[in-house]
């Protein structure tokens, strides 16, 4: 963490309110409080997938939290007050701060209504819903999500676009996504590190300065580009510059607003990087839809059982379902955090959209100074302007070099303008 050196006294109020709230929520792990351990999945399996997993308020109340609610509630709540106090009612790094101390208690009070239908609806206030509407008249994401798997079906009966198969053992993959990192990174003060673990159930997963990968697991060279732009050049890259932020040190820590341009970037840089695929895709599609089905009433079996239908083994559709249900129950409302991932993507084009045809280019990269939230981007600028936040250190080149983006949204926002419906009966002849 930086120090103190040289601030005057309203940054280093600014910087002491800000580290109170980055130490705050150091114990409350969102993750780890909704998994399910794998006694259920072994059950599950055990029953051939014919029972609801054994989920309800008492397994949750068997695995406290890490930290007292009510306690922790209080301190937020504390710390929002003496912002107001000490910073006002419309200082406008004081405003981004009180919302996060109402997000974390937000946050809290979903945990604390693991299992119930309350901790559904307040995943629903905190990432959303798969029935939200992303402008008036616009389509929904369950709509989005049944469009793409339109799409995916269509590439699918072609039988040629299979996924390359996966040649790289864990010890390979790791040294050849050090390699590409340390390009971007550095490789002399060994900024981020990647090694193997046995510890986690994903095939790799990101931490403030790290990545991990799973000893046994195997992949194919698109898989270790989707985890260089994904989890290095996002949300490593914008850890790292949270952490080198001088005074707004909150920036190092996100609450779950900042989840949507996280994964919405990272999406975003999959895409523009050509890191994505069509199965990469097909798996965050069928996240929102499982959601969706969630939403309107499906339970935990009828959801494996969509997972089933698509050719997923047992084991891998319980994996898939638990997704949405973590934290609730089997036939409760979902956790929609996996939203993100189709939310942010559109929510993030759409912003760079708007700011190449207003000329404002210089908010983009703004994007990576940490974990930043889309609301807060004006501020951020303002914030860049008068010295308490520092630009982001690390870019990836895409948003380092604007001009081939600024180009791509051009014409990206002409071609808005035109029907596809009218553009398909034209073609008909010719396609």
């Not at 051939?48 to 922790?72: C, M, Q």
């Not at 895409?271 to 939403?295: D, G, Q, W």
């Not at 520092?390 to 071609?415: E, I, K, T, V």
């Amino acid at each position: 963490m930086n120090s103190h050196t040289a601030l005057d006294g309203y940054q280093l109020v600014v910087r002491a309110l800000s580290d109170r709230i980055v130490e705050a929520q150091t114990p409350i792990r969102v993750l780890d409080a909704v998994k399910w351990d794998d006694s259920i999945r072994q059950g599950f399996l055990k029953h051939k997938g014919r029972e609801l997993p054994a989920i309800d308020r008492s397994y949750y109340d068997s695995r406290p939290l890490a930290f007292d609610p009510a306690a922790k509630k209080l301190e937020f709540q504390n710390i929002e007050r003496d912002i107001t106090r000490q910073l006002g009612q419309f200082n406008p790094v004081g405003q981004i701060m009180r919302r996060m101390c109402r997000e974390y208690r937000m946050v809290i009070r979903m945990l604390e209504a693991r299992g119930t239908s309350d901790f559904g609806l307040i995943s629903q206030e905190l990432y959303g819903a798969a029935s939200d509407a992303f402008h008036a008249g616009d389509p929904t994401l369950a709509d989005l999500g049944l469009m793409f798997s339109g799409y995916l079906n269509n590439i699918d009966s072609r039988g040629d676009l299979k996924d390359e198969p996966k040649t790289l053992s864990a010890k390979d993959a790791v040294a050849l996504l050090q390699g590409r990192l340390n390009l971007v990174f550095g490789e002399s003060d060994s900024t981020i590190r990647v090694f193997e673990s046995d510890g986690i159930l994903a095939d790799a997963a990101a931490g403030a300065d790290y990545i991990k990968i799973r000893s046994d697991a195997m992949f194919n060279e698109r898989d270790v580009k989707a985890l260089e732009v994904h989890e290095g050049l996002v949300h490593v890259a914008t850890t790292l510059n949270g952490q080198n932020q001088p005074i707004c040190t909150f920036l190092a820590k996100g609450p779950p607003s900042s989840t949507v341009t996280q994964e919405g970037l990272a999406i975003l840089m999959e895409v523009i990087a050509f890191a994505s695929y069509p199965s990469r895709l097909r798996k965050l599609t069928n996240r929102t839809r499982a959601i969706h089905m969630a939403e309107q009433g499906a339970d935990f079996l009828q959801v494996c059982d969509f997972y089933r239908e698509q050719g997923f083994s047992l084991e891998d559709s319980y994996s898939n379902a638990s997704r949405a249900f973590r934290g609730s129950a089997p036939d409760g409302l979902p956790f929609t955090k996996d939203l993100s991932y189709l939310k942010g993507f559109i929510m993030i084009y759409n912003y760079i959209q708007l700011a190449v045809r207003k000329g404002k280019l210089e908010q983009i990269p703004l994007l990576f100074c940490g974990k930043t939230t889309l609301e807060d981007m004006r501020t951020l600028r303002q914030l860049v302007d008068e010295g308490l936040v520092s630009p982001p250190r690390y870019l990836p080149q895409q948003f380092r070099d604007l001009n081939s983006l600024s180009a791509w949204m051009c014409f990206s926002n002409f071609l808005n303008h035109l029907s596809l419906d009218r553009i398909e009966a034209d073609y008909a002849n010719i396609l």
